[in-house]
């Protein structure tokens, strides 16, 4: 496992306290998890992903990863509707563990690109962290 | 006692050294108001010897013993068994050891239970089987629950009155907490079941047959599959009698979506009907709903072959209440039976075998008939079928029984339309001298 | 290590069964057939399944050499927690393999076989009487269709009083068959965090419980190897709201005698007859489940129930609000079979003989090893005891690598990373079957891994090595699953 210092955790993100992070581009916000989340999850060997056309809350379970000893939830950091889902996961689901901010999972059209603002910045999420330790 | 190896003075050592004076004092957190009071009141201690003794008197109440011959399958099949099952079944590096969860030690479960999940997988026809359910009952049960995992939003599933009627009661047992529906499918008179009240408004996630049916009736799966697909449902093929798969076409070839059932007659002793084999398969693409455990080939560190247990991520001791069962334990060692058994008939041998049960099924089945019996359904059989009698038989059966053979199961029991028609079996364990003096008592 | 058991044997190479043999070959033989060739319905008839063909031998050294593979009790110490590998009597295999038993067909007519269902019968008598609970049904299959079958008659309970509950109480140290079996009756579980003391608390049982709680389920003693002493409180609470009290039996053998669970509150429990009651667990299975119920539940039990009228055994079906039925016949009999030789060989002060020793067995490899691996929960343990790897993590070591190693010492390693409450648990269930040298020599080779894991870590990270196979590549298996050869 990596000490806290080792994550990759890009400025130009937001994150939740599940471990998702968000990115907006353009119209839509691309959505995968933290580098800390891949970390502890250890090797992924399979992703749930929902159908495009989809629509969740903010909150909302929207998938699963699995370890080979594990299970862990996906939640939407963000309302919306799904416009696409990241395809080459179904065959390369270690592409999330490769580089968790390349491997996205879904990306969504927000109901509200505002709320984008109430996520945590990479310092509010470092602090989630490390208050986890 | 044999089986408890300590003496009292390393009894009086290990006390010392946990700083206990009596067994009393190792239990100090069991209230006194839970505590058992008195002894408890059950038999023996017994020896070895007068074990013997004891399990021979209650052997010895048994009416119907290993000389009889029994022509009743009807969910237990009496096949002969080859001397090496049980020989090898009973070494104890298989038979002592635990649920492989450590691979490295347990190469010989896990390779033993791979081959059988791939034998398994080429008799049913279907691309994946998994290490066993309880028996064809829940296996049943279970594959319907999966269809309904599977069909998302749909509530109901049918189910084919010609399946074994204890299968259908597990089935209700298992749906009777839930919120799903089960309908009942009758059958036509050729014994095969009717699908016609099916409509194309994609209301079942599932439709189960059996086939041979508990009349020992062949289905005709291939319709039936595309019948029940062209509903958007799943169908899914029970079986009570693998062996009829070494002669007739498998329901997975046929298109069935999941085929499952019991597996006994596969080396595996009647022994009052357990433990038995739960065989479960199904497509490629229904695999993450599937309940059980799975064995998959890996490599090790050196990159040799070698075996584990995979895609756990669906059962209970990682995704607890969302998992696709609860089951924990299987049949373990009876897949390793049923694969020795599969493996020691081979390919030659299962045809061989089943056109040996076939033939013989079909010469009673001719020889009654002459003799005046009604043959009930007219579509083909494995090694069972129903025949009807005009003039009551249950004198003759007793006559017969006398004579240690029990000729054939009353079904008006279990179908009150059936009163006075009998379920025989036949299978390679029966000569034709006993065949022929059934019918001549039938001819009486 | 000189003072453990392992060494290295030879290991003979096996190819799986269709990457050997001829076609032609045959292991069996088939009778030449005595009758008449009847006609085919061909529109019907495959080509049957594609087997290889080999010979008696072939398939004699192939099962023989896989044998050879594996690791049982009857190898060695088999310490694996909450699964009780004791010893399995080979008496009780000699009863279930007896042609008779063997050959019993379940669809005959009562009169045709008292036997078997005397024995069923009075098996079921001698459960309820060592558990203390009024009658029992030895139809489930296995300690998971046994928690089924209680679940479903907790369900019939309630809705017989017209009562609708959605919920079940549900402890983080159970076992994962638990919430899945709440699950197929539609109950959520609802979590109860395990105390400080890693025992239930009577105060969180009274805020969480309510009427919409069909009950709780409770493993005693619970998988921290800790007696759960408030039951009794519990169960009253429980069922001050209606409430059931179900118990997971996985444990009792540590208690055999020594408790009574009727007078701890319980409802309804199972047994594992393949861990307490001494029948060997084959790889993975069969079991037995039987559950055992109070008087006022009788009524729930599966059918067909065995009855006795003082001359005859029957088989009673006319049971309305049974739960059903939920095995294709009586359940895995030959398992019952051997159960019953068990308990009688045992009679009732070897049985609690048995548990007094699991738990002296428990408590001493306890003392021997605290000071050598962090023990969770410093109380009176019973039949088993969870320590962690909290000490090795220090030099990287984690309780993976010390199951590992101890494969190479010629031990099964107990559980791991179970329960889940504990992080890097390791589960410790000697059983009564081990003697104080065979303990003190574990002892000895667990203390020395703890040693290595600083001064030779790399015998633990890169163990085993006297295997067929080293660490294998799990990732592999469940990324690229290949299910069929």
């Known amino acids: 496992m990596k000490e806290l210092e080792e994550l990759n955790l890009p400025e130009d993100l937001v994150y939740t306290k599940d471990h998702e992070w968000a990115r907006l581009e353009g119209e839509v916000v691309v959505v995968g998890i933290s580098d800390y989340a891949q970390d502890q999850l250890g090797d992924i060997v399979f992703v749930e992903l929902p159908e495009v056309g989809d629509s969740f809350e903010a909150g909302d379970e929207f998938g699963t990863l699995e370890s080979v000893k594990a299970v862990s939830e996906l939640y939407l950091p963000i309302g919306g509707e799904i416009t696409a889902v990241n395809e080459e996961l179904d065959d390369a689901p270690e592409l999330i563990n490769q580089d968790p901010y390349d491997g996205w999972i879904v990306k969504i059209k927000p109901n509200d690109p505002g709320d984008l603002d109430k996520l945590l910045d990479r310092n509010g999420y470092m602090g989630i962290l490390k208050g986890d330790e | ?444 | ?485």
């Not at chain 2, 002969?80 to 298989?94: G, H, K």
């Not at chain 2, 039976?337 to 493996?343: F, K, P």
């Not at chain 3, 790399?458 to 050869?485: H, I, M, S, W």
Request: hydrophobic residues 40%.
């Open chain 3, 1 to 485: 290590m000189k003072d453990a058991p392992g060494t290295s044997g030879l290991i003979l190479e096996e190819p799986l069964l269709w990457e050997k043999g001829k076609k032609g070959r045959n292991g069996m033989s088939v009778s030449a057939s005595d009758v008449p060739a009847a006609a085919l319905p061909e529109d019907l008839v495959g080509d049957g399944p594609d087997f290889p063909d080999l010979s008696e031998v072939d398939v004699v050294r192939h099962y023989t050499r896989l044998s050879q593979w594996n690791f049982g009790v009857d190898t060695g110490t088999y310490p694996l927690g909450s699964c009780t590998m004791k010893y399995n009597p080979k008496v009780n295999e000699k009863q279930a393999a007896t042609p008779v038993i063997a050959a019993a067909h379940p669809m005959l007519d009562d009169e045709l076989c008292q036997g078997t269902l005397e024995l069923i019968y009075k098996l079921e008598k001698h459960l309820a009487i060592i558990t203390g609970m009024d009658h029992v049904s030895a139809q489930p299959a296995a300690g998971a269709h046994g928690e089924l079958a209680g679940m479903l008659i907790i369900d019939a309970y309630h809705r017989s009083r017209n009562s609708k509950r959605t919920k079940i109480l549900m402890p983080d140290t159970a076992h994962g068959t638990n919430p899945a079996s709440a699950a197929l009756c539609g109950y959520k579980p609802v979590k109860i965090e395990s105390g400080k003391r890693g025992i239930l608390e009577v105060e969180d049982i009274r805020q969480l419980m309510d009427e919409e709680t069909a009950g709780i389920m409770i493993t005693n003693p619970n998988t921290l190897g800790l007696f759960e002493e408030n039951i009794r409180e519990i169960a009253a609470i429980v069922h001050e709201k209606g409430g059931l009290v179900y118990a997971d039996g996985a444990n009792m053998n540590a208690i055999m005698g020594i408790v009574d669970l009727k007078k701890c509150g319980v409802d309804v429990l199972h047994l594992n007859l393949h861990k307490t009651f001494s029948t060997p667990h084959g790889g993975g299975g069969p079991g037995a489940g039987p559950v055992c119920v109070v008087s006022e539940l009788e009524k729930f039990l599966p059918y067909p129930r065995i009855s006795f009228d003082g001359s005859e055994y029957s088989r009673d079906y006319n049971r309305p609000e049974s739960i059903g039925r939920i095995h294709a016949f009586h359940g895995n009999f030959g398992v019952l079979v051997r159960a019953y030789s068990y308990i009688l060989t045992m009679g009732a002060e070897n049985l609690r003989m048995a548990s007094q020793l699991a738990v002296l067995n428990a408590c001493y490899l306890k003392v021997q090893l605290k000071d050598y691996l962090h023990l969770a929960y410093n109380r009176p343990c019973m039949h088993e005891v969870v320590f962690s790897d909290k000490r090795q993590l220090e030099h990287k070591i984690t309780t993976l690598d010390i199951a590992k190693r101890l494969m190479d010492c010629g031990y099964h390693p107990p559980t791991i990373y179970f329960p889940l409450v504990v992080s890097g648990a390791i589960m410790i269930e000697p059983t009564e079957s081990e003697c104080l040298d065979d303990l003190d020599r574990f002892v000895a080779v667990v203390r020395r891994i703890t040693m290595e894991a600083m001064e030779q870590p790399e015998l633990l990270t890169n163990a085993p090595q006297r295997f067929k196979v080293k660490r294998l590549d799990e990732t592999r298996a469940a990324r690229q699953p290949c299910l069929c050869g």
């Open chain 2, 1 to 444: 006692m044999r089986y408890l190896p300590h003496t009292q003075e390393e009894i009086e050592k290990m006390m010392a050294r946990i700083g206990v004076s009596d067994f009393e004092e190792l239990f100090p957190t069991v209230p006194q108001d839970c505590r058992y009071q008195g002894d408890m009141e059950i038999p023996g201690p017994l020896t070895e010897w007068d074990l013997d003794v004891h399990m021979e008197d209650i052997r010895a109440k048994m009416k119907v013993g290993p000389k009889y011959k029994v022509l009743i399958g009807a969910g237990s099949y009496h096949h002969n068994i080859p001397a090496i099952v049980p020989y090898l079944t009973s070494r104890s590096e298989f038979l002592t050891a635990y649920t492989p969860y450590q691979p490295e030690m347990a190469q010989g479960t896990l390779q033993g239970v791979f081959e059988y999940q791939t034998l398994t997988a080429r008799l049913l026809g279907v691309d994946v089987a998994n290490a066993s359910m309880y028996d064809g009952a829940s296996a049943l049960a279970e594959a319907l629950l999966m269809t309904l995992r599977l069909g998302k939003k749909k509530k109901r599933v049918a189910v084919s009155r010609a399946i074994h009627p204890h299968y259908r009661q597990v089935i209700a047992a298992y749906f009777q907490p839930t919120e799903f529906e089960i309908v009942e499918l009758p059958f036509n008179e050729d014994g095969r079941t009717d699908l016609s009240s099916l409509t194309r408004n994609e209301e079942f996630a599932g439709v189960a047959l059996q086939s041979p049916n508990f009349f020992g009736v062949v289905e005709d799966v291939e319709s039936a599959a595309s019948m029940v697909q062209d509903c958007g449902a799943l169908l899914v093929s029970g079986f009570s009698e693998p062996l009829a798969f070494g002669l007739y076409k498998s329901p997975g070839s046929q298109g069935a979506d999941i085929v499952c059932g019991e597996g006994q007659s596969f080396g595996i002793a009647r022994s009052f009907g357990g433990p038995a084999l739960g065989m479960f398969g199904c497509k490629d693409a229904f695999v993450r709903s599937m309940p059980g455990r799975l064995v998959g080939e890996t490599v090790d560190l050196d990159g040799n072959r070698g075996f584990v247990l995979t895609l756990a991520t669906r059962e209970q001791h990682i995704r607890r209440e969302k998992a696709t069962s609860n089951i924990c334990s299987n049949q373990g060692i009876n897949t390793i039976t049923a694969a020795m058994y599969m493996a020691a008939l081979g390919g030659t041998g299962i045809r061989k075998l089943a056109r040996l049960n076939y033939d013989k099924a079909e010469y009673l089945k001719a020889s009654l008939v002459e003799a005046g019996g009604e043959l009930v359904f007219s579509s083909p059989t494995f090694n069972e079928f129903v025949v009807g009698f005009a003039d009551d038989f249950s004198k003759k059966q007793r006559v017969l029984r006398d004579e240690k053979i029990i000729a054939g199961l009353e079904l008006g029991r279990y179908y009150p339309e059936f009163a006075n028609k009998y379920l025989f079996c036949v299978t390679e364990t029966t000569p034709k001298a006993v065949l022929d003096r059934v019918v001549e008592e039938v001819k009486k």
